[in-house]
């Protein structure tokens, strides 16, 4: 619960309800992607996947008391327990218009646009 929460904080706590919780189905959609025994926090600790994980470590992921934590802990409690519909579409990956103003990165190449939820835009394979 607090690597998804982390997860969805760190990229979207700006992006209200809506935009964590579809950042917590990327999350979601790639651990059904990874075999058997793979954690949340084994996908969101894989190397090059998210940006603030080479900021904040696996093992000191700071568990906050700020509205905008409280929030995306909520989120996650109810996507932990199904209770949440994927917005995605089943994307896999996204990224941010503001980091990428002049375009989609390099890697979304044959990828599809699933849906834009406020700045982010998530891709399906």
Avoid at 103 to 108: F, L
Wanted: hydrophobic share 35%.
């Amino acid at each position: 619960r607090t690597c998804l929460t982390a997860a969805m904080y760190y990229e979207a706590h700006g992006e209200g309800e809506k935009g964590m919780e579809a950042v917590g189905h990327v999350v979601l959609n790639r651990l059904h992607e990874r075999p058997e025994g793979t954690t949340i926090c084994d996908v969101i600790y894989e190397k090059r996947q998210f940006g603030w994980t080479r900021r904040v470590s696996r093992k000191k992921v700071a568990i906050g008391k700020t509205h905008g934590w409280k929030s995306a802990a909520k989120v996650a409690d109810r996507l932990i327990a199904g209770y949440s519909e994927d917005a995605t579409q089943g994307a896999t990956a996204f990224y941010s218009v503001f980091e990428f103003r002049d375009g989609p990165p390099e890697w979304v190449e044959n990828d599809e646009k699933t849906v834009q939820i406020g700045n982010h835009v998530f891709i399906a394979p």
